[in-house]
C-alpha cells in the first residue's frame, strides 16, 4: 500500500485550516487552496493565532511552529492543485453544487492516482462520487470541530470506493493521531444521526415550556455527565449549523419530528443566541420530563444506526465519547440505565413521532426491542481480528480508554491470540492499538473499584490471565510483532516486550510507571527488560520509571525497529519475511555509544545499587548535575517496598522462567 505524503485542502476556512494545520503538525506537505489571496491569508492567520496558542501553553516551541508554517503552501484557485497530490480535502460549503464542481476542476487538475475526499457533515457520499471522474477513489471524511484538537474522524465510503483507497486514508487518518470510525453512507453518518435530534428535541422541550435553557442544559449536564448542555452546545458552534442539520436529517429520512424547532428556526432568522440564565434549578419531575426524552431519542436512534449496519455499537459508543467527550456511550448508558427501561424511554419517543394520520415515522429498530425483552445488557468487543496474506492483526480497540487493559480486554485478547495461533494458515501475529496509544497499561479504575470492593481475589485473576495471554504470545510458533507507534505504559509495555519484534516511529514513547505508584511491574516487566537490554538498562527503566522516546527505546533495545510513520506496513512486511529471531533476548543494548546508555550502565550498576535503593548519591556523582538529580528524585518518589520488590526480581532475572 502506497501511503500519502502529499495532501491539499480546498477551503481554507476554520475547517480547512484545522485539517491543514493537523496535517502540517504530522509532518505531510500540505496545500492550503481558496478561490483568492485574502482567503489563504485568512486560512494562514488562523493556523498562526492557534500555533501561537499551543506555543503559550508549552504544546510547541517556536522552532517546532515556524515547521510546521514551512511545511503549508497557499495555493490560489483550485486549478493550480498540484498534479502530483496524493490526497485532496475539499472542505468548502456544505453545498453539493459548489462541491461537485470544485470536483469536477479537481479531476482535470490532479493525476489518475490522486484520491479525492469531501468534508461532509451530510451529504451523500455516494452521490458526489457519482459526481466525479474517480468513484473508486472518492471517499466522505467528517472531521470534528476543531479538526487539529478533536481525535474522532468517520471515514465515509462510498458503494463504488475501493478497498486501496480506504486502506490509505483510513492510514492517513491514523497518522494524524485520529480516532477512525469507518461508516456507512446514510444521513447524518453516526455521530451527527443521534447528536442533532438530540439538540433538535431540547429546543423541542424548552418550545413546549417543560424547562428553561438553563434547566435542560443542567438536566442533560446530569443524566449525560457532560460539561456542556445543547444550548450551550448550540451557541458555541452556531444555532445555524444545528438548524441546517436537523432540516436535513428530517428531508432525507422522512422523520418530521427532526424539522427544525419553531423556536430555533426564529432564533437563527433573527440571528440571535440561546439565551441561557443562571438560574438552574428544576423539580424532580422536570429532570424525569427532560431527561427522559433526551435518552429516549439517543437510544433509539443509536439503535437504528446498528439496526441499519452504518457501524457497531462499539463504533457508536466511540463516537459519542471522543468525538462529543461524552463520559459513556449509548449503549454503556443503557446497560447502566436498564435495558428494559431505555426501550421504554425509545418507545416514548416514538409515539411523539407520529404523522397526520396517527403513523409513526419514527420505529423502534427490533434488534433493541428482543434484547429488552431478554432483559441482557448489551455485549462489547474490544478486540478486533484481521487476517490478510498470512498476517494475522489483532486490534486492540479502545481508544477511548487509550486502550488500557481490564478484565474484558484481557479475556478478548487471549480468545483471540488462541485464535490466531490455532489457525495453520497464519504465520505472523500483529499487535495494534486503536488510537495515538498502543495500551497505556492496566485499567487503573478496574484496581480501584477491586480494592474499594475487597475483591482483591479479582486482581490476582486478572493478573494470572495476563500471564496466560502474554505466555500465548510469548511461546507462539508464529512471528510476533507489536506495533507501539503510540503510547506504551506498564502492562501495555509487558505486553510489547512478550513479542519476537517491536516497530516504532517518532510517536513512540515507554514507561514503566508501577513503582511510582506503590506497585511493581507484574507482567514481566521486571524480567523481559534485563533480557533484552541488561540489568542496568532494566533498573535505569523499571526503577527510575523513566521516560523513553522512540530513539532512547530503540538504542536500549525495547524498540527493534524504528521507522518513519509511512513504512511502517514495510516493516512488519520485513519483520514477518524474517521469521522468529535468533536471539530475542541478547541481555544487551542497541547501540552502546547512546549517551543514555553509557549513564544508565555506569548509574545503575552493582556497585551504586545500594547507595541509590537507600536513597543516597553514589561516589563520583554530583547530586546537584540535573540528570543525576533527576534519577535521585525519581527514585525519591516511588513507594519504598515495590522498590525493593521490583530490584530483586530484576537481579534474580537471570534465574527465573518466562513461563
Same mark, same amino acid.
Given at each position: 500500500?502506497?501511503?500519502?505524503?502529499?495532501?491539499?485542502?480546498?477551503?481554507?476556512?476554520?475547517?480547512?485550516?484545522?485539517?491543514?494545520?493537523?496535517?502540517?503538525?504530522?509532518?505531510?506537505?500540505?496545500?492550503?487552496?481558496?478561490?483568492?489571496?485574502?482567503?489563504?491569508?485568512? %486560512?494562514?492567520?488562523?493556523?498562526?493565532?492557534?500555533?501561537?496558542?499551543?506555543?503559550?501553553?508549552?504544546?510547541?516551541?517556536?522552532?517546532?511552529?515556524? /515547521?510546521?508554517?514551512?511545511?503549508?503552501?497557499?495555493?490560489?484557485?483550485?486549478?493550480?492543485?498540484?498534479?502530483?497530490?496524493?490526497?485532496?480535502?475539499?472542505?468548502?460549503?456544505?453545498?453539493?453544487?459548489?462541491?461537485?464542481?470544485?470536483?469536477?476542476?479537481?479531476?482535470?487538475?490532479?493525476?489518475?492516482?490522486?484520491?479525492?475526499?469531501?468534508?461532509?457533515?451530510?451529504?451523500?457520499?455516494?452521490?458526489?462520487?457519482?459526481?466525479?471522474?474517480?468513484?473508486?477513489?472518492?471517499?466522505? #471524511?467528517?472531521?470534528?470541530?476543531?479538526?487539529?484538537?478533536?481525535?474522532?474522524?468517520?471515514?465515509?465510503?462510498?458503494?463504488?470506493?475501493?478497498?486501496?483507497?480506504?486502506?490509505?486514508?483510513?492510514?492517513?487518518?491514523?497518522?494524524?493521531?485520529?480516532?477512525?470510525?469507518?461508516?456507512?453512507?446514510?444521513?447524518?453518518?453516526?455521530?451527527?444521526?443521534?447528536?442533532?435530534?438530540?439538540?433538535?428535541? &431540547?429546543? #423541542?422541550?424548552?418550545?413546549?415550556?417543560?424547562?428553561?435553557?438553563?434547566?435542560?442544559?443542567?438536566?442533560?449536564?446530569?443524566?449525560?455527565?457532560?460539561?456542556?448542555?445543547?444550548?450551550?452546545?448550540?451557541?458555541?458552534?452556531?444555532?445555524?449549523?444545528?438548524?441546517?442539520?436537523?432540516?436535513?436529517?428530517?428531508?432525507?429520512?422522512?422523520?418530521?419530528?427532526?424539522?427544525?424547532?419553531?423556536?430555533?428556526?426564529?432564533?437563527?432568522?433573527?440571528?440571535?443566541?440561546?439565551?441561557?440564565?443562571?438560574?438552574?434549578?428544576?423539580?424532580?419531575?422536570?429532570?424525569?420530563?427532560?431527561?427522559?426524552?433526551?435518552? %429516549?431519542?439517543?437510544?433509539?436512534?443509536?439503535?437504528?444506526?446498528?439496526? /441499519?449496519?452504518?457501524?457497531?455499537?462499539?463504533?457508536?459508543?466511540?463516537?459519542?465519547?471522543?468525538?462529543?467527550?461524552?463520559?459513556?456511550?449509548?449503549?454503556?448508558?443503557?446497560?447502566?440505565?436498564?435495558?428494559?427501561?431505555?426501550?421504554?424511554?425509545?418507545?416514548?419517543?416514538?409515539?411523539?413521532? +407520529?404523522?397526520?394520520?396517527?403513523?409513526?415515522?419514527?420505529?423502534?429498530?427490533?434488534?433493541?426491542?428482543?434484547?429488552?425483552?431478554?432483559?441482557?445488557?448489551?455485549?462489547?468487543?474490544?478486540?478486533?481480528?484481521?487476517?490478510?496474506?498470512?498476517?494475522?492483526?489483532?486490534?486492540?480497540?479502545?481508544?477511548?480508554?487509550?486502550?488500557?487493559?481490564?478484565?474484558?480486554?484481557?479475556?478478548?485478547?487471549?480468545?483471540?491470540?488462541?485464535?490466531?495461533?490455532?489457525?495453520?494458515?497464519?504465520?505472523?501475529?500483529?499487535?495494534?492499538?486503536?488510537?495515538?496509544?498502543?495500551?497505556?497499561?492496566?485499567?487503573?479504575?478496574?484496581?480501584?473499584?477491586?480494592?474499594?470492593?475487597?475483591?482483591?481475589?479479582?486482581?490476582?485473576?486478572?493478573?494470572?490471565?495476563?500471564?496466560?495471554?502474554?505466555?500465548?504470545? /510469548?511461546?507462539?510458533?508464529?512471528?510476533?510483532?507489536?506495533?507501539?507507534?503510540?503510547?506504551?505504559?506498564?502492562?501495555?509495555?509487558? +505486553?510489547?516486550?512478550?513479542?519476537?519484534?517491536?516497530?516504532?516511529?517518532?510517536?513512540?514513547?515507554?514507561?514503566?510507571?508501577?513503582?511510582?505508584?506503590?506497585?511493581?511491574?507484574?507482567?514481566?516487566?521486571?524480567?523481559?527488560?534485563?533480557?533484552?537490554?541488561?540489568?542496568?538498562?532494566?533498573?535505569?527503566?523499571?526503577?527510575?520509571?523513566?521516560?523513553?522516546?522512540?530513539?532512547?527505546?530503540?538504542?536500549?533495545?525495547?524498540?527493534?525497529? +524504528?521507522?518513519?510513520?509511512?513504512?511502517?506496513?514495510?516493516?512488519?512486511?520485513?519483520?514477518?519475511?524474517?521469521?522468529?529471531?535468533?536471539?530475542?533476548?541478547?541481555?544487551?543494548?542497541?547501540?552502546?555509544?547512546?549517551?543514555?546508555?553509557?549513564?544508565?550502565?555506569?548509574?545503575?550498576?552493582?556497585?551504586?545499587?545500594?547507595?541509590? +535503593?537507600?536513597?543516597?548519591?553514589? &561516589?563520583?556523582?554530583?547530586?546537584?548535575?540535573?540528570?543525576?538529580?533527576?534519577?535521585?528524585?525519581?527514585?525519591?518518589?516511588? &513507594?519504598?517496598?515495590?522498590?525493593?520488590?521490583?530490584?530483586?526480581?530484576?537481579?534474580?532475572?537471570?534465574?527465573?522462567?518466562?513461563?
Amino acid at each position: 500500500m502506497q501511503p500519502i505524503q502529499r495532501v491539499a485542502i480546498v477551503g481554507a476556512g476554520n475547517m480547512g485550516s484545522g485539517i491543514a494545520q493537523k496535517s502540517a503538525q504530522e509532518e505531510f506537505d500540505v496545500q492550503m487552496v481558496d478561490r483568492e489571496q485574502q482567503w489563504v491569508d485568512r %486560512g494562514q492567520g488562523i493556523i498562526t493565532d492557534f500555533l501561537s496558542e499551543a506555543v503559550e501553553r508549552r504544546i510547541f516551541n517556536q522552532s517546532q511552529v515556524d /515547521e510546521i508554517k514551512s511545511r503549508i503552501t497557499g495555493v490560489v484557485g483550485v486549478e493550480n492543485t498540484a498534479e502530483n497530490t496524493d490526497l485532496v480535502i475539499e472542505a468548502v460549503f456544505e453545498d453539493f453544487d459548489i462541491k461537485t464542481a470544485v470536483f469536477k476542476t479537481l479531476d482535470e487538475a490532479c493525476g489518475d492516482h490522486t484520491i479525492l475526499a469531501s468534508n461532509t457533515s451530510s451529504l451523500s457520499v455516494n452521490e458526489l462520487a457519482k459526481a466525479t471522474g474517480r468513484p473508486d477513489k472518492f471517499v466522505g #471524511l467528517h472531521f470534528f470541530y476543531h479538526p487539529a484538537k478533536n481525535r474522532l474522524v468517520e471515514v465515509i465510503p462510498a458503494k463504488t470506493t475501493s478497498q486501496d483507497t480506504i486502506d490509505r486514508v483510513v492510514q492517513y487518518c491514523k497518522m494524524l493521531g485520529k480516532v477512525v470510525i469507518v461508516c456507512g453512507d446514510r444521513p447524518g453518518f453516526v455521530v451527527n444521526r443521534f447528536f442533532v435530534p438530540w439538540l433538535n428535541e &431540547a429546543c #423541542l422541550l424548552e418550545q413546549e415550556g417543560v424547562a428553561n435553557a438553563a434547566q435542560i442544559d443542567a438536566i442533560a449536564c446530569k443524566a449525560f455527565r457532560i460539561g456542556l448542555g445543547p444550548f450551550g452546545l448550540m451557541n458555541l458552534t452556531g444555532p445555524p449549523i444545528a438548524l441546517h442539520s436537523t432540516d436535513y436529517l428530517a428531508e432525507q429520512l422522512a422523520v418530521p419530528r427532526y424539522d427544525g424547532a419553531a423556536n430555533l428556526r426564529e432564533l437563527v432568522g433573527d440571528n440571535n443566541m440561546w439565551e441561557i440564565g443562571e438560574v438552574t434549578d428544576y423539580s424532580e419531575e422536570q429532570y424525569q420530563l427532560v431527561s427522559r426524552r433526551l435518552f %429516549g431519542v439517543v437510544f433509539g436512534v443509536a439503535a437504528q444506526i446498528v439496526d /441499519e449496519g452504518v457501524c457497531s455499537m462499539e463504533d457508536v459508543d466511540r463516537g459519542a465519547k471522543v468525538g462529543l467527550r461524552w463520559a459513556k456511550g449509548p449503549f454503556e448508558m443503557m446497560n447502566k440505565i436498564g435495558i428494559q427501561q431505555s426501550h421504554e424511554m425509545a418507545v416514548e419517543y416514538q409515539k411523539l413521532c +407520529l404523522d397526520d394520520a396517527g403513523k409513526s415515522t419514527w420505529q423502534v429498530a427490533e434488534f433493541f426491542s428482543k434484547q429488552a425483552s431478554s432483559n441482557a445488557q448489551w455485549d462489547f468487543s474490544y478486540v478486533d481480528t484481521s487476517i490478510v496474506d498470512g498476517v494475522a492483526t489483532i486490534t486492540i480497540n479502545r481508544p477511548e480508554a487509550m486502550n488500557a487493559l481490564n478484565e474484558t480486554v484481557i479475556k478478548q485478547l487471549g480468545q483471540a491470540v488462541d485464535a490466531v495461533n490455532g489457525n495453520s494458515a497464519v504465520h505472523t501475529v500483529v499487535l495494534d492499538g486503536a488510537g495515538k496509544a498502543f495500551v497505556a497499561g492496566a485499567d487503573v479504575k478496574f484496581f480501584v473499584d477491586k480494592i474499594r470492593s475487597n475483591a482483591i481475589e479479582d486482581i490476582v485473576e486478572f493478573t494470572s490471565n495476563g500471564h496466560k495471554v502474554l505466555n500465548s504470545i /510469548e511461546n507462539s510458533s508464529k512471528t510476533t510483532v507489536a506495533l507501539t507507534t503510540g503510547l506504551a505504559l506498564g502492562g501495555g509495555l509487558e +505486553l510489547a516486550l512478550c513479542c519476537d519484534y517491536r516497530i516504532g516511529t517518532r510517536r513512540t514513547q515507554f514507561r514503566f510507571p508501577e513503582t511510582s505508584i506503590g506497585i511493581y511491574p507484574g507482567l514481566g516487566g521486571s524480567q523481559r527488560p534485563a533480557r533484552i537490554s541488561g540489568i542496568p538498562l532494566a533498573r535505569w527503566a523499571v526503577l527510575g520509571g523513566n521516560f523513553m522516546n522512540s530513539q532512547i527505546a530503540y538504542d536500549i533495545g525495547l524498540l527493534t525497529h +524504528l521507522v518513519d510513520l509511512s513504512e511502517v506496513d514495510a516493516a512488519v512486511i520485513q519483520c514477518s519475511a524474517s521469521g522468529k529471531p535468533a536471539n530475542k533476548y541478547p541481555g544487551k543494548p542497541t547501540n552502546n555509544a547512546s549517551p543514555v546508555v553509557k549513564f544508565a550502565s555506569d548509574f545503575y550498576s552493582d556497585n551504586n545499587l545500594s547507595v541509590l +535503593l537507600s536513597g543516597g548519591c553514589p &561516589a563520583g556523582y554530583d547530586a546537584a548535575d540535573k540528570t543525576i538529580s533527576r534519577q535521585l528524585k525519581n527514585l525519591k518518589y516511588t &513507594a519504598p517496598i515495590a522498590l525493593s520488590m521490583a530490584s530483586e526480581l530484576i537481579d534474580i532475572t537471570s534465574n527465573t522462567s518466562l513461563s
